[in-house]
């Protein structure tokens, strides 16, 4: 058995991140901390989880988390960065769910997320945890950085058409929706449902963190620079996301196939048939990203669909992926949720 730990386990990712946990057959949750909840239990928090998590909260200042095999930092940006060395230390696997490791370029990282940051050589060793380009690394990493959520969908959406000469690389366009829990648990007001509910809005049209995230992941797959326009929609829906991306055709070819060699081996991602129109409600709950590929009127323009739930394959699911290839064991263990339906 894996003992693993979860460092901020009240937040939307947190306790996504127990619920996949808790029904992990390799896995015993040993330890999950909330300076704020410390000494409740967790099932009292998340009734959810009664009979499946049956222990409390602990302080993090205080809880041994050296002894364990594994701990997933599911915490505010900032926070890992400072508490993973001793971990490494001690021979324990880190995945961070956080942004703290993802991007390589240190300026880049502090200009985004405005703060010094405090580990910039573990960032040089963390690999970028998106096994669809990374699952070598994975698998010998120490430390994980997980993939943002947005960053997930448009990436899978992009890499068969990176990885090939067929589209201009220089003027993608991704255009993504995505629902609330996206944004946290947290009481901001434009979160509130009177605000949230039969609504629809762009935020961060000048520039949204998860942009140089994914510009970084594309260049590595195709060996070139990438020119990307990225625009965040807020809908009002609990969980997914619906990224359509489109690119221009510069060469022929069978699109559709493709996507469907990239992917062929994939067991997470699933390449629908042509003239599929993907829905979010097909993913919910599940590890899946699905994408469909459309060529409208035969034209110069690709549309790429894809759908994910951004709690699952866009956070905790990918962890959970992630610490199974980095421990050696099946890929798809703990992970073989059906979407739920309606």
Known sequence: MIKVGVVGGTGYTGVELLRLLAAHPGVEIAAITS????????????????????????????????SLDCVF????????MGQVRPLLDAGVKVIDLSADFRLKDIPTWERWYKTKHSSPDLVAEAVYGLPEINREQIRRARLIANPGCYATAVQLALLPLIETEFVDHGHFVADAKSGVSGAGRKADVDLLFPEASDNFKAYAIGGHRHHPEIVQGLRQAGGKEVGLTFVPHLVPMIRGILATVYARVVRE?????LFERRYADEVFVDVL????????RWVRGSNYCRIAVHRPMGGDTLVVLAVEDNLVKGAAGQAVQNMN???GIAEVQGLEQTALLP
């Open 35 to 66: 300076r704020g909840e410390a000494g409740t239990p967790v099932a009292r928090m998340f009734p959810s989880l009664r009979d499946r998590v049956d222990i409390a909260f602990t302080d993090p200042a205080t809880t041994d988390l050296k």
């Open 73 to 80: 930092f599911a915490t505010p940006n900032g926070f890992a």
């Open 253 to 257: 070819a069978d699109f559709q196939d």
């Open 273 to 280: 048939p042509t003239g599929t129109q993907p829905e979010t």
């Open 325 to 327: 290839l980095a421990f």
